[in-house]
Structure formats: structure tokens, C-alpha cells
């Protein structure tokens, strides 16, 4: 059965450094979707991506966070310079459309900011 | 803005207890209601889902009924089983091309 992946599962970095969380989402899916969780906290979403534009993004999504499909499979988060609150899971998900349609989520990465 | 409310975990229920997570929303319009599960090392997973009121989700012995008048989405089992120990999500969503809002997440722990 297709899944979403990320990689890697676990990343651990400096504040300050920049990071880039991947993920590839199911093949014939067309959306594409970043939430994150703090531990101990809502999963609350980030941004959403279609068409290899942004098509909504939450205010937590900031300057500091960008997001890039590099190529026809991999979906990334990017992180510029990171600081000890962006500690949490981050979830990728992807859906066939936006409307309505379910989306599937992969297994998180959690970050940890030093 | 919208939100969702679930009850605080962990819960530690014996195998073939019964089973509810309760779940309360706030929203504008009429949402969609969902449950997904995560069990360890895995993505969240669709569970069950109601689109209107009285609606009742149901999948895998689990179910939730959409009560409008209540504002509640409340997860229920009849007899939970150890491999039913996961975190499960609540969540909306406000329009069908909305992103979902989740609630905290309920650990459920089953014991043999």
C-alpha cells in the first residue's frame, strides 16, 4: 500500500543551524501538506502546497520556513535558522485534491534544537 | 478561530474494557469530524469520519457520533484490544479545502 515517507526520523541540531526536513509524498497525489506538534501540544498545521506554489500557510509559518518540491517526488520543509521553540514533530501528509479528499500522513520527523 | 478538545491521557484500560475519548469542538459553519490514529513509529491514520450532524463514523469496532448540539465527536469501543494502544487525534475540518485542526492527542495504553 503507498505511505507517505520522511526522512530522516529523528534530527538533531544547534540553534541557528539551518535544517531541511523530507518527505516524499504518494505518487499520484497532488497536495501537499507540513503540521507540526509540540510535544505535549496540538498538531497544528503549517502550510499547505499545490501546483508548486503555496495555496495557504498558517502564521505560524514565518520568514524563517520555506518549502520546495525539488523534483517530481520529494516534498521539503526548510527551517533557515533554528531556535529552540521549533523543537517538535513534524508531520508531512499529501492528499489526491484538496477538496475533501483524505489526507495521508507520514511518520514525523522530530527535531530537536539545541 | 476553530478548535478542538480532547480529553487528557494517557488512559490504561485492561483488554476488552470499554472504551470512550472525549472529544468537544468549537467551529463556524458545519465541519467535518474526524478521529485519526497513530500507533508507534507510524503516521497518523484515518480512522473514522462524519460530515454532518448525526452522522456516525464507524471502522475497526470504533465509532463517533456527530452531535451538533452537543458540539462533541466522542470516541467509543466496545472492547478495546492491546493492539488498539495508539494515540489518537481528534480533529475538524471547516470546509473541504481547509486545512484540518487537531486536538491533542489521547494515548491509550491496553493491558493483557
Known amino acids: 500500500e503507498p505511505e507517505v515517507t520522511q526522512t530522516p526520523s529523528h534530527q538533531v541540531t544547534q540553534m541557528g543551524q539551518e535544517v531541511i526536513l523530507r518527505c516524499v509524498p504518494i505518487s499520484n497525489h497532488l497536495y501537499f501538506y507540513w503540521y507540526r506538534q509540540i510535544l505535549g501540544q496540538k498538531v497544528e498545521f503549517l502550510v499547505s502546497?499545490?501546483?508548486?506554489?503555496?495555496?495557504?500557510k498558517s502564521e505560524i509559518f514565518d520568514d524563517q520556513f520555506s518549502v520546495e518540491r525539488p523534483d517530481g517526488s520529494n516534498f521539503t520543509l526548510k527551517i533557515r535558522s533554528t531556535k529552540l521553540e521549533d523543537s517538535a514533530m513534524y508531520f508531512c501528509?499529501?492528499?489526491?485534491?484538496?477538496?475533501?479528499?483524505?489526507?495521508?500522513f507520514g511518520p514525523g520527523t522530530r527535531l530537536t534544537v539545541l | 478561530g476553530d478548535s478542538v478538545t480532547q480529553m487528557e491521557g494517557p488512559v490504561t484500560l485492561s483488554e476488552e474494557a470499554f472504551l470512550t475519548i472525549n472529544c468537544t469542538y468549537t467551529?463556524?459553519?458545519?465541519?467535518?469530524l474526524f478521529w485519526y490514529v497513530q500507533y508507534p513509529g507510524e503516521g497518523l491514520q484515518l480512522l473514522l469520519k462524519?460530515?454532518?450532524?448525526?452522522d456516525k463514523g464507524s471502522n475497526k469496532g470504533f465509532e463517533a457520533t456527530y452531535r451538533k448540539e452537543t458540539t462533541s465527536f466522542h470516541l467509543e469501543k466496545g472492547s478495546v484490544q492491546v493492539s488498539d494502544s495508539a494515540v489518537y487525534f481528534c480533529a475538524l475540518r471547516n470546509s473541504g479545502n481547509t486545512p484540518l485542526v487537531f486536538g491533542k492527542g489521547t494515548r491509550l495504553s491496553v493491558i493483557a
Open positions: 502546497f499545490y501546483n508548486n506554489e503555496i495555496s495557504e
Open positions: 462524519a460530515t454532518k450532524a448525526d
Open positions: 467551529a463556524t459553519g458545519y465541519p467535518s
Open positions: 501528509a499529501s492528499s489526491v485534491s484538496g477538496l475533501y479528499n483524505e489526507q495521508f
